[in-house]
């Protein structure tokens, strides 16, 4: 049975953030007597002495609280009476409220003066909207009001010329930046449209809402902000709507890849504003013969007024390593008065000259949310969960030619194999066959040699450095055919083969050895990936070192083989080779201890099974050993379930457990070692790239896309 009891050990857990569930007992561990205190702001909620155990630990239990309405942030405080003298640790508990149906997307002030939340809006071209919250911050040079993908068939870099919008509302010589200090709320709606509130301030005690909401045409590089007065006709000190205000915008514009930044001083204070070409309603900035930006407000003027801001500091930038410093062009700005239930429209498109975006039908999963006048209390921000999650994943797929892909992840990614794929299975379950037939195939049409790519960059197709990738594409036309109970799937074309041509030429040339070094045991049916090539991809260094036998290939290998059993005419051969994989798993992954799976068999080229050194490292690639049916002892899936509860927090799983190992995890770099390799785990994301962050990425960072895998797991272990 499941078990109802969360552990929180001594000094394990005191670096992460527990969650206890409804109904669930806590049971607090420590190799030393210990006093523990348990509080939710200033209320106390539980106190406890600890008792001795006879397996050689200090414990103790609280019984589960009272459930609430909404999430409740506690504090575990303990008292530690340790032979090297007495310790306090203070750490959070997150307290689960019961199972919810719909959740509340408005974010009050409260929540956003301590938080650098941004929205996301995208297109069908791979072009995003990746705005901060805080109306005019920037914390990164991947911000901007509008990303363009300047390709119209293929996702590309991303191309800045619209950074930020600065606004302020004028009344009778009052002014008011549009800024945090105003910022009442902000909200998304059923399909992830932002939208601002700001109550402004207009003097004598009076003020004004003023709504904004963003949108990104679907088929081409136009962003729109509606900029909306809504109606005094509630709530004390209204500007009465017959008193005009004007409502001044400022745009700041660049020329740059998304990588970048832009720099006045290399000549373009000079040629800049000779590029912007000035007209009534906007203006039309042509820094070179590749790109366009032009800018319209309507109902409105626009002011020629060229300035510079230098030195613009992102902090984010600064965290990781990167030139935080940014100059931003602002051409002039653009000025309207507006009533009480007034709007206006500014709209920012960007082009490449003789090249236009055609509008092409797009199959997809939800409609573009329309942008009309906003409802006097504000959108219906109260979505239901599915909703949410669906209206998300549909952010990230884009079109490829006649055919689809995913964004591995906004604002830097582009498309990634192995990322696309698993998306893709997300597709399936949902229903959306069609569109998973599309990018199933996109993909299927790259395949050489067993192999497919790892990122698409542009129309380049020769990074395949991935091992799990081709196995992933496998196991999503399994999980098709299994949706649709039929294996016409299999039959379809895809190129000058068919579905099931392109899996044979997978696993045929995964058992002979791949073109990119992947190969397999003969004795025991496991294979073999080179160092980067699973998902854990850091390189130069290598954060990360898989070279030999990871876990999670295996476990999608025998997935693959069990398939091929099913639909092939010679199944009897696939499924002997998937009972051999099983039973090498058992045999070479499971370590003494039996708690769990070794994440990887350690070997180099051409070193086979029987000489690879297992590590001890808790990673959650073992979930899909599970998930994929390659273990299926009931006492072993507990085991590594009970394990995998230590790589949990809030949103994510961790990957990597903080926690010392005997295999040693060296990150070398220009002949130093990066960190202690018996002590690998970092918590944090940041610092310089090869030497801090690379390190982190896969060492202890949390990532959310494993988190349904412990979820599958644990309903095939429990029900």
């Not at 002892?633 to 949990?648: D, K």
Request: with cysteine.
């Amino acid at each position: 049975p499941e078990s109802r009891v969360i552990r929180w050990v001594w000094p394990r857990d005191s670096r992460r953030e527990v969650m206890l569930p409804p109904g669930h007992f806590l049971l607090v561990e420590s190799p030393e007597a210990f006093h523990l205190k348990i509080s939710h702001q200033r209320t106390t909620l539980g106190t406890e002495k600890s008792m001795w155990s006879p397996k050689g630990f200090h414990w103790a239990l609280l019984s589960p609280f009272l459930s609430a309405a909404e999430h409740l942030e506690l504090t575990l405080q303990l008292s530690i009476y340790a032979t090297d003298g007495h310790h306090r640790v203070e750490t959070p508990l997150l307290l689960l409220s019961g199972e919810k149906q719909a959740v509340d997307l408005t974010y009050p002030r409260k929540i956003l003066d301590r938080s650098s939340l941004r929205t996301l809006v995208t297109n069908d071209l791979g072009a995003a909207s990746f705005l901060p919250v805080a109306w005019g911050k920037l914390y990164s040079r991947y911000d901007a009001v509008l990303s363009a993908n300047v390709d119209a068939e293929l996702p590309v870099d991303r191309w800045i010329m619209f950074t930020r919008l600065r606004g302020w509302v004028v009344y009778q010589d009052y002014s008011q930046s549009l800024n945090g200090d105003c910022l009442e709320t902000f909200a998304l709606d059923g399909s992830l449209q932002g939208e601002w509130t700001f109550h402004v301030p207009t003097g004598r005690g009076t003020h004004v809402v003023i709504k904004i909401k963003s949108l990104l045409k679907r088929d081409r590089d136009t962003v729109q902000l509606v900029f909306e007065r809504c109606p005094a006709t509630r709530g004390p000190g209204r500007l009465p709507d017959a008193e005009l205000i004007d409502i001044i915008l400022r745009p700041d514009i660049e020329n740059r890849s998304f990588h970048a930044n832009t720099k006045a001083y290399k000549g373009l204070e000079q040629t800049w504003p000779s590029a912007v070409t000035a007209g009534e309603e906007g203006f039309t900035f042509r820094p070179d013969d590749q790109h366009i930006l032009d800018m319209r407000q309507e109902k409105g003027a626009f002011v020629y007024e060229p300035e510079w801001h230098y030195m613009v500091h992102r902090s984010e930038d600064a965290s990781r390593g990167f030139d935080a410093q940014g100059d931003l062009f602002s051409p002039g700005y653009f000025k309207i008065k507006v009533g009480g239930g007034g709007m206006t429209r500014l709209d920012a498109s960007v082009t490449v000259p003789d090249k236009a975006q055609p509008v092409v039908e797009r199959q997809s999963m939800t409609s573009s949310a329309s942008m009309g006048r906003s409802d006097q209390d504000g959108m219906d921000s109260v979505i239901s969960v599915q909703k949410v999650l669906e209206a998300a994943l549909s952010r990230f797929i884009v079109r490829r030619g006649s055919l689809h892909t995913v964004i591995a992840g906004y604002p830097w990614f582009l498309d990634w194999g192995r990322d696309a794929i698993i998306v893709t299975r997300a597709l399936i379950e949902l229903g959306e066959t069609n569109l998973a037939r599309r990018i199933l195939k996109l993909f299927g049409r790259f395949e050489e040699n067993g192999t497919l790519p790892n990122m698409l960059q542009g129309t380049r197709t020769s990074n395949r450095e991935t091992s799990d990738a081709p196995l992933w594409f496998i196991i999503a036309c399994k999980e098709l055919v299994a949706k649709e109970n039929n294996r016409s799937w299999l039959g379809e074309a895809c190129g000058q083969r068919t579905i099931q041509d392109i899996i044979h030429a997978i696993t045929n040339a995964y058992m002979k050895g791949t073109s990119n070094g992947i190969r397999m045991d003969a004795d025991t049916g496991l294979l073999y990936s080179p160092s980067h090539y699973t998902w854990m991809d850091t390189n130069h260094p290598a954060g990360s070192p898989r070279e030999g036998y990871p876990i999670e290939i295996q476990a999608l290998w025998y997935g693959a083989l069990q398939f091929l059993s099913t639909i092939d005419s010679n199944g009897g051969r696939w499924s002997d080779l998937a009972e051999t994989v099983q039973v090498s798993i058992g045999e070479y992954f499971r370590l003494e201890s039996g708690a769990y799976l070794s994440d990887c068999l350690h070997a180099g080229q051409g070193t086979p099974v029987r000489e690879a050194k297992a590590d001890d490292a808790l990673r959650p690639n073992q979930l899909l050993a599970i998930t994929m049916g390659a273990v299926v002892h009931p006492g072993t899936c507990r085991n590594l379930l009970e394990a995998c509860q230590e790589l949990l927090v809030p949103g994510a799983i961790r990957s990597l457990a903080d926690c010392p190992v005997h295999h040693p995890l060296e990150i070398i770099h220009q002949g130093q070692h990066l960190s202690d390799p018996y002590r690998p785990s970092r918590g944090r994301y940041e610092g310089d790239e090869d030497t801090a962050r690379k390190p982190a990425y896969h060492n202890g960072t949390a990532w959310t896309w494993l988190l349904p895998s412990l979820g599958d797991a644990w309903k095939m272990c429990f029900g």
